[in-house]
């Protein structure tokens, strides 16, 4: 297989055959979460009529149990954070932790992951 016809995996010397990259890729959709991250609005004209402006972003799933990485920024000042998850499930989200230099957070879906 030719470095051209082949893509890297990030670090570990192993290469995916493109015809195995869509396979690849499907496997990994299933641990990117949407996120739905309701904030206050600062200015209730810009928001909905309580006050709270609506906001996405993504995770990605990182260990059982429903632990996902995400972006500071994404999390920030968040009055309430939803996840959707490939097959449709709504889940609420807590934030665990944050780093506001490298602009990371960790955080948890609530309820039944399985």
């Known amino acids: 297989?030719?470095?051209?016809?082949?893509?890297?995996?990030?670090?570990?010397?192993?290469t995916?055959?493109?015809?195995?990259?869509?396979a690849v890729a499907a496997r990994a959709e299933r641990g990117v979460v949407s996120l739905i991250v309701e904030r206050p609005s600062g200015v209730a004209a810009?928001?909905?009529?309580?006050?709270?402006?609506?906001?996405?972003?993504?995770?990605v799933l990182i260990a059982t149990g429903g632990l996902l990485v995400t972006n500071e920024h994404v999390v920030r000042g968040a009055r309430a954070i939803?996840?959707?998850?490939?097959?449709?499930?709504?889940?609420?989200?807590?934030?665990?932790?944050?780093?506001?230099?490298?602009d990371l957070a960790v955080a948890r879906l609530q309820g039944d992951v399985s």
Do not use: C, I, N
């Open 82 to 102: 939803h996840a959707v998850a490939e097959e449709g499930q709504l889940f609420d989200v807590t934030v665990v932790a944050t780093d506001l230099p490298t």
């Open 16 to 22: 995916v055959a493109p015809a195995g990259l869509a």
């Open 46 to 59: 810009t928001g909905s009529a309580d006050g709270t402006r609506t906001t996405g972003g993504s995770g």
């Open 1 to 14: 297989m030719s470095a051209v016809s082949a893509v890297s995996a990030a670090g570990t010397g192993a």
